[in-house]
């Protein structure tokens, strides 16, 4: 059992429930779940029991069990807010868990098992064949066969929001960058990972990572840059730190967000950011980008060095970000649900008198567009990319 | 541990009245949600609910109370459940009732200032509305952790940020509306003769049938609680004092200057984790540190304060008194000022347990109290943990015993009872009163008890629970 490696932990949360609010001084619905579900059990003290549960053996994996493990955006309120030292370990019990309810054959919610049989056959979890997955790359554009900087476009921007591929290309390329692209690259199985389907009869995240890796290693990679939150948590902490174990995914590229990247330009000069992008706007930290990563800064000083950009804040911010709704498998599971809880971002940023709310993740780009297109909020979806794009007038 | 788990005999047909009073979704009989709001932290046995039900009105909170009467089913009130002493584990099973939907603030008055709130409002979030639609008020609130019911702390007689100056928070419950046990509203205060929130003064005064009872006399919807100006400029001072005799002097100079907003004693052991972990003190470490909180209109009026207080402590060390004022991290001190930050103890030992017995306790006897606790900790093994507040210019003094503990060693446990039956004992033998005793410490305080005392609780009981339904195991009569 993979709860075994938490068996020193699984016993100390304390039910004080940190976990369901911002902190530490204003305190605010922090929790998407428990803010849907308000049973305690829908915060991420309450998962600790259940995975207790579990592991005691109070119960075992049924129906009821379902939304309580999956309902969860996995966005790491509950992990940043806690305050004891079993606060690291809160997303990865809730993810063992998880695995542990796939082993056991229960019912995944919504699409989750569809978009995991198919990565395992077609690589991508939009049930998208893999055949397709350089269709948004531009014609005209001839990217090197090797190169040491390689630029990992992500599932959502090879098959869903392809403009954010195609203006991080136009970025780079008008930069003079020397960077190329994955011609085979696969899911980075972020997916896989938050949903608990690790190893099943229909897909191996291990291999996924490796395919990848391998990938890297071929068209001579030293560096990886992503434009996607989610994918850049993946390289950088589950394949060097969280998930290793699982994957055999050990690796010496340096890895960085597309944001780190253009903030370190912009601070040598490198970047001359000549149009005015008249524009109020709020930021929304990404999770997977800021809780899980910790880069607050860096496309928060990309913005404020774009001309005419007016940046203003949300009450809910940096660590105290609501999530966008759909990590962790909620927008396949609970799609519904996914865009509800984008909706409250949306509203929030509407109250500040903002046009446009940019994001530095296309997840979070495509759902807070869902909500936004869904209400008929005037508000614009941006990405830091497109912004930056923009204002090099390319 | 083992756990009680019950199933009454009527379950299908109950479950199917509960949801037609508050919807399908927020009544649960899941196995997870039971096991859940079975237990506390606390060394209190844990017992598992039929139902865990989520109210989202007075209405619907007066039907639940009809149908559990019906069916003589326990019903236990519960919000944040964090007292740390199993008054809100739903002992005899039958209905959890999880009140934090119901968390309206419906009015604050900033002239006579009050704020009228549901039973669900904690007090993180009655913090977050003052300050960004009120800035120049706040409340009695606990050094505990958000999730905290603001209601839930005033009727267990909490403490909070102003109560060395104005009491503890049940000082200052202006009115409440009850549910009754038998499915009837009582309002309580000014309220009872009509819309106001505004005092509890002049009327006979029912608002202690609920106060201290934990649930047992009813289920308390509403309540209007006090607000007071908060200062403009606040700050700190930080003491390290040899003995505790020593501090026992200095406090009552202390409190009778009337210059502090708040006084915190904490045995050198819950100054910072690390210490905690040596079974000895060592050499040249001060028993106590003393943070002090004070404000002012102005700077100059909070320098006076600061300058009085070290007089103070000047003239105890006059006296020979090992005292020196020290500078803690700053970012202590931040947090200080910001928000009540609770002890974060309970994590000590690992060990999924904790226990905070506080015991309400003349200001001069806190040095009795103090030596005493350690004894009865050592006693059985364990390390002490003490910290002191003195309240309402030292009229009273908390002192709290806090042990975090290993909560699946059934050993730990039984012998941890032991430690809080005797501190209990203790504290009623030097005048003083146990704070939110568990149903183990309630069985001693009932013990210590005058008979008509005892007499009258169990006539109040019989008079407004008359099937025994409320909060089963709270007073075990």
């Known amino acids: 059992m993979v709860l075994e490696k938490y068996k020193d932990i699984l016993h100390r949360c304390y039910k004080c429930q940190y976990c369901r609010t911002t902190g530490p001084n204003l305190f605010y619905n922090g929790c998407p779940s428990y803010t849907k579900f308000r049973f305690e059990t829908f915060t991420g003290g309450g998962r600790m029991w259940t995975a207790r549960g579990v592991y005691e053996e109070e119960f075992g994996f049924d129906d009821d069990i379902v939304d309580i493990l999956f309902a969860c955006q996995t966005c790491g309120n509950c992990s940043t807010q806690c305050i004891y030292p079993i606060k690291d370990s809160i997303l990865r019990i809730i993810e063992a868990t998880r695995a542990e309810a796939v082993k056991a054959g229960i019912k995944l919610p919504g699409r989750q098992k569809d978009f995991g049989v198919h990565m395992g056959k077609e690589h991508n979890p939009y049930l998208e064949p893999h055949s397709k997955r350089l269709d948004w790359l531009p014609k005209g554009i001839i990217l090197p066969e090797k190169s040491e900087m390689v630029y990992f476009v992500g599932c959502t921007s090879a098959y869903r929001q392809k403009v954010l591929a195609q203006d991080t290309v136009a970025v780079f390329d008008s930069l003079g960058l020397d960077f190329t692209i994955m011609r085979d690259e696969w899911c980075c199985t972020s997916p896989l990972l938050r949903t608990g389907q690790w190893e099943t009869d229909y897909v191996s995240a291990s291999k996924i990572a490796q395919h990848n890796i391998e990938e890297a290693k071929k068209v001579g990679a030293c560096k990886i840059v992503t434009t996607c939150s989610g994918c850049f948590r993946t390289w950088k902490k589950d394949y060097l730190e969280e998930y290793d174990w699982l994957l055999n995914s050990k690796h010496d590229f340096e890895v960085l967000h597309t944001t780190q990247l253009l903030e370190n330009m912009i601070k040598n000069g490198e970047i001359e950011l000549k149009n005015e992008v008249k524009m109020k706007v709020t930021y929304h930290d990404p999770c997977h980008l800021g809780r899980h990563m910790w880069v607050y800064d860096s496309p928060r000083n990309i913005l404020k060095a774009i001309p005419g950009i007016e940046l203003v804040e949300m009450p809910r911010t940096r660590e105290n970000a609501w999530c966008c709704g759909s990590g962790g498998g909620v927008k396949s599971g609970y799609g519904e649900w996914s865009v509800e809880t984008a909706y409250e971002r949306v509203k929030e940023a509407e109250k500040l008198g903002v046009e446009a709310i940019v994001s530095a993740c296309p997840f979070c780009w495509r759902n807070l567009d869902d909500a936004i297109k869904q209400h008929n909020s005037k508000l614009q979806m941006y990405d830091v990319i497109q912004l930056v794009r923009k204002s090099m007038g390319i | 541990m083992s756990q009680k788990k019950l199933r009454n005999p009527n379950y299908s047909s109950i479950r199917k009245s509960l949801e037609s009073i508050v919807g399908k979704n927020f009544v649960s009989d899941r196995s997870e949600e039971r096991y859940y709001y079975s237990s506390d932290p606390s060394a209190e046995e844990p017992c598992t609910p039929d139902f865990v039900v989520m109210p989202g009105s007075v209405e619907e909170i007066q039907e639940i109370v009809r149908l559990a009467n019906r069916e003589k089913i326990p019903l236990t009130p519960r919000v944040g459940g964090m007292t740390l002493s199993g008054l809100a584990i739903p002992y005899g099973g039958g209905i959890l009732l999880d009140l934090k939907r119901m968390d309206r603030i419906i009015e604050v008055n900033e002239d006579s200032m009050y704020a009228v709130v549901e039973c669900g409002v904690t ?117 390290k004092v040899d003995t505790v005799e020593d501090t026992v002097d200095i406090l009552l100079k202390l409190t009778k200057s009337e210059v502090c907003d708040d006084i915190y004693i904490n045995s050198w052991t819950g100054t910072s984790t690390k210490r905690f972990y040596m079974s000895q003190k060592p050499e040249g470490t001060p028993e106590i540190t003393m943070d002090i909180i004070l404000s002012g209109k102005n700077q100059e009026q909070v320098d006076l304060k600061k300058r009085m207080i070290g007089e103070i402590m000047e003239e105890a060390m006059r006296k020979g008194v090992k005292v020196e004022e020290f500078e803690p991290p700053l970012m202590l001190k931040i947090a200080m000022l910001m928000v009540p930050q609770p002890l974060p103890f309970m994590d000590l030992m690992l060990g999924g347990g904790a226990e905070y017995l506080g015991c309400y306790i003349p200001t001069e006897a806190m040095g009795e109290a103090y030596k005493r606790g350690i004894e009865i900790a050592k006693k059985y093994g364990f390390q002490y943990l003490h910290v002191v507040r003195p309240f309402r210019t030292g009229h009273c003094t908390g002192i709290m015993y806090a042990f975090p ?4 060693n059934p050993e730990v446990v039984e012998k941890l009872l032991k430690v809080l039956v005797e501190i209990c004992d203790m504290a009623i033998n030097l005048g003083g009163v146990p704070w939110k005793p568990s149903p183990t410490v309630q069985k001693i305080v009932l013990k210590h008890a005058d008979s008509q005392y005892v007499q009258l609780m169990k006539k109040i009981k019989t008079m407004l629970d008359p099937n025994g339904i409320m909060a089963p195991g709270q007073w075990a009569l």
């Open chain 2, 123 to 239: 007090t993180g979030q009655l913090k977050t509305y003052l300050e960004e639609n009120h800035p120049h008020l706040w409340f009695c609130q606990p050094h505990a952790p958000q999730s905290v019911g603001v209601i839930s702390n005033a009727i267990i007689y909490g403490a909070g940020q102003v109560s060395l100056g104005y009491g503890v928070s049940s000082d200052m419950i202006n009115g409440l509306e009850v549910v009754l046990p038998t499915g009837e509203i009582l309002r309580t205060g000014s309220c009872a003769l009509g819309k106001s929130w505004l005092t509890k003064y002049c009327l006979p005064d029912f608002t202690g049938l609920f106060l201290g009872w934990f649930g047992a006399t009813g289920i308390i919807t509403k309540a209007s609680v006090q607000l007071w100006p908060k200062p403009s400029i606040r700050d700190t001072m930080f003491y």
């Open chain 2, 405 to 408: 503990f290993d909560k699946r």
